[in-house]
């Protein structure tokens, strides 16, 4: 069966200080992985999406960046974070063909002071 | 852009009764996905649907694809304190990337 993890599960990072999130997949083979912020509270935004290695495509203007140096590993970074930045981010993964199902990771929790 | 419109945003309902909530966009989608999300995890598939009228169950909870593909709903039966959470629902149409269009979340309260 598929797993996904995310590392770390909670992480306080001072304003201007560096940035890696880090998701990876288990038990499926060129998944599509996908990156999402959540506000507390609210709904969920795309950050970024990935077809294959070294395959980003971005939805929103941001201060991050994503990168997929693995076929099931997918990375969040900034070189220097904002307070916006703060959130709940998750990943996600879903077969590379067909069915548009996301199986979503347990989130990691950012703090940005 | 595609929308999804979720109500109700919130519930605040007693342990026992049956809980609807809903989805509706002005776009065609030919997939239906709904997840429920607890404080400080990721969301958890409950049911996806599939294909225009589709009517799935999974426990107490039902889910439907609109016949026009540009809604659907899901209730829960007989509501107990751990189906507390966000609820959100999520259309899918076969684009590059297999992006979803997600609703705002209904959030349920049950009091016990």
């Known amino acids: 069966s598929q797993t996904i993890h995310q590392w770390p599960a909670t992480l306080v990072q001072p304003v201007g200080s560096p940035l890696s999130l880090e998701c990876t997949v288990e038990?499926?083979?060129?998944?599509?992985l996908y990156w999402y912020r959540q506000a507390a509270g609210r709904g969920l935004q795309l950050l970024f999406y990935?077809?294959?290695?070294?395959?980003i495509s971005s939805e929103v203007p941001q201060n991050l960046s994503a990168s997929r140096p693995q076929d099931r590993q997918f990375i969040l970074s900034s070189k220097k974070l904002l307070l916006s930045d703060s959130g709940f981010y998750l990943c996600?993964?879903?077969?590379?063909?067909?069915?548009?199902?996301?199986?979503f990771g347990p989130g990691t929790r950012l703090t940005v002071l | 852009g595609q929308q999804l419109n979720q109500s109700p945003q919130s519930m605040f309902i007693q342990e026992g009764e049956d809980v609807s909530m809903n989805c509706t966009s002005s776009?065609?989608?030919?997939?239906w996905l709904w997840y429920k999300q607890d404080p400080g995890e990721g969301p958890v598939l409950l049911i996806a649907?599939?294909?225009?009228?589709e009517l799935t169950s999974n426990g107490r909870l039902t889910a439907q694809f609109g016949i026009t593909r540009k809604d659907s709903f899901l209730n829960i039966s007989a509501s107990i304190p751990s189906d507390v959470g966000i609820y959100f629902c999520?259309?899918?149409?076969?684009?590059?990337?297999?992006?979803?269009?997600f609703g705002g979340g209904t959030r349920l309260m049950v009091k016990p």
């Open positions: 776009s065609i989608f030919n997939t």
């Open positions: 999520a259309g899918g149409s076969n684009n590059a990337g297999n992006m979803l269009t």
């Open positions: 996600a993964w879903s077969e590379g063909l067909g069915t548009d199902t996301q199986y």
């Open positions: 649907l599939y294909k225009a009228g």
């Open positions: 038990g499926t083979s060129n998944p599509n």
């Open positions: 990935s077809v294959g290695i070294g395959q």
